[in-house]
């Protein structure tokens, strides 16, 4: 079966301090990816999506960036860190390349807190 | 692009009592409807879902229903218990994409013992 794990589970950064949120995929190959970001009491934001290794889609401009250096591997970053990033990042897997599917998948959540 | 809304933000029950939570959608390409669970502190969990080519479909507690003429669909949660409370997002997507699920903005609902 496939888990989807993030890391680290919470996180607690000084504003402009750079940011690096890893999330990984097991048990699948080629998946679509996903990094939402969940801010307090509101709906899920699509940040990044990736289709396969090095492909980022970009869905909101802001200071976050994504990359994907191996196949089940997404990490999320940013050079120096806002106040409003502050929010919940879930990172979601979802079918493969070249093979839709329905489902999206969460993993378990980054809660990070900009000071 | 899609637009999905969702309401009520907030509901509370009586356990045993039944739970309505009703979204509509704006894109009519839209064609996948799931549903979430998203307990406090974790990440959302599906908990069912269904497609265009069908109007209803039922597990256990829960079911889904879609009126794709009025482009709505709801989730039903019968004899609700204590554990069934949570935020419980609706999306809509069109198979074939792999951009993204569009979110509703979410239901915190309350089962009172």
């Known amino acids: 079966s496939q888990t989807i794990h993030q890391w680290p589970a919470t996180l607690v950064q000084p504003v402009g301090s750079p940011l690096s949120l890893e999330c990984t995929v097991e048990g699948t190959s080629n998946p679509n990816l996903y990094w939402y970001r969940q801010a307090a009491g509101r709906g899920l934001q699509l940040l990044f999506y990736?289709?396969?290794?090095?492909?980022i889609s970009s869905e909101v401009p802001q200071n976050l960036s994504a990359s994907r250096p191996q196949d089940r591997q997404f990490i999320l970053s940013s050079k120096k860190l806002l106040l409003s990033d502050s929010g919940f990042y879930l990172c979601?897997?979802?079918?493969?390349?070249?093979?839709?599917?329905?489902?999206?998948?969460f993993g378990p959540g980054t809660r990070l807190t900009v000071t | 692009g899609e637009n999905v809304e969702q309401h009520p933000s907030t509901l509370s029950v009586q356990e045993g009592d039944s739970a309505v939570i009703k979204c509509t959608y704006s894109?009519?390409?839209?064609?996948?409807f799931p549903w979430y669970k998203q307990e406090l502190g974790k990440g959302p969990q599906l908990i069912i879902d269904?497609?265009?080519?069908?109007g209803e479909k039922k597990d256990q507690r829960i079911a889904v229903t879609l009126n794709k003429t009025a482009k709505h669909f709801s989730l039903h949660i019968t004899e609700t218990q204590p554990e069934d409370s949570a935020v419980y997002f609706c999306?809509?997507?069109?198979?074939?994409?792999?951009?993204?699920?569009?979110f509703g903005s979410g239901t915190q609902l309350t089962v009172l013992p």
């Open positions: 990736s289709v396969g290794i090095g492909q």
């Open positions: 894109d009519s390409a839209s064609n996948y």
């Open positions: 979601a897997w979802g079918g493969v390349a070249g093979a839709p599917s329905y489902e999206q998948y």
């Open positions: 999306a809509a997507s069109i198979y074939g994409s792999a951009r993204q699920l569009t």
């Open positions: 269904i497609r265009s080519n069908v």
